[in-house]
């Protein structure tokens, strides 16, 4: 089998058995206690301590699981564990323990994590942070003994290694196909593009070809298109003036009312509301 990253901490089925029987969601595992988690689960006390702390970094706007993975491999159990903490001394920690230099927007979601500890009502984005992270890092720019190695050059981000294949040479053999097909989504995504004509340019049946895409991307070919149609409605809505109504056909959306439950869905806020906090100014 292909070498496989290491995955986050995500809730194994036979704890979320438990949980459906004790009938708590996922997301409000953080409602109680590391104490009773650990009772009702059955689980170590460290586990019980990771299960809590995915749930409530995860309450916070825009974190996924991976980052909250992230947090909890700093040491980090609770929101309250951030209260006292500076964004930017998160990013260099996370640094040094990865070994890399991390995207910007990192450093933007260490920000809103840490004021999200100080200010659990509040209603910010990552984004928010990002001209509060420009003028810090232009003003005291980065540690002299920051990481040279870039961030995507962690096993995790290759992925082609994610490919479930017995050979090397087979995963990237797929992982080229796979690349076939997101060089045509990101030239072609306002086509009415299906997952047989996608899975025909990668020369897979359309079960194997959404099987690897999703084992390399974390996500499925559908889903990758929309993120694709929606960054470039986000960029539409940012630098021009050009109206919803003919933003939605120019992404690919065929629905004026599905692409606003989608965009509310993707960046926290409806597009007219993003257009107001990001686009040009009159």
């Known amino acids: 089998m292909g070498k496989k990253a290491t995955a986050p901490l995500e809730i194994t089925p036979e704890e979320m058995k438990k949980l459906r029987a004790l009938k708590i969601r996922k997301s409000e595992l953080h409602h109680h206690s590391a104490d009773e988690l650990q009772q009702w689960l059955a689980v170590s006390r460290q586990r019980a301590k990771e299960?809590?702390?995915l749930s409530e970094f995860q309450s916070v706007p825009s974190v996924g699981i991976r980052f909250a993975s992230d947090l909890i491999g700093m040491g980090y159990y609770s929101m309250n564990d951030l209260k006292k903490k500076d964004g930017a001394q998160l990013t260099d920690q996370y640094e040094q323990q990865q070994g890399v230099w991390v995207d910007s927007c990192v450093e933007d979601q260490f920000r809103l994590v840490v004021h999200y500890a100080n200010h659990?009502?509040?209603?910010?984005n990552w984004w928010n942070f990002t001209p509060e992270r420009k003028a810090f890092r232009a003003k005291k720019g980065y540690p002299a003994n920051r990481p040279t190695k870039p961030w995507y050059e962690l096993p995790q981000y290759q992925t082609a290694t994610h490919i479930d294949a017995s050979k090397e040479d087979t995963q990237h053999d797929l992982h080229k196909k796979l690349k076939r097909t997101i060089?045509?989504?990101?030239?072609?995504f306002a086509d009415p593009l299906t997952v047989a004509q996608l899975a025909e340019l990668a020369a897979l049946s359309q079960y194997h070809y959404i099987r690897c895409f999703k084992s390399a991307y974390e996500v499925t070919p559908l889903q990758y298109l929309t993120r694709l149609r929606l960054k470039n409605a986000s960029l539409l809505l940012k630098r021009t003036t050009t109206s919803i109504g003919n933003i939605v056909p120019q992404c690919g959306f065929e629905d004026e009312s599905a692409f606003i439950r989608l965009f509310k869905r993707e960046f926290k806020m409806t597009p007219l509301v993003y257009r107001k906090a990001f686009g040009k100014k009159k």
């Open 120 to 124: 659990a009502d509040s209603k910010l």
């Open 183 to 188: 060089t045509y989504m990101t030239k072609h």
């Open 51 to 53: 299960l809590y702390a």
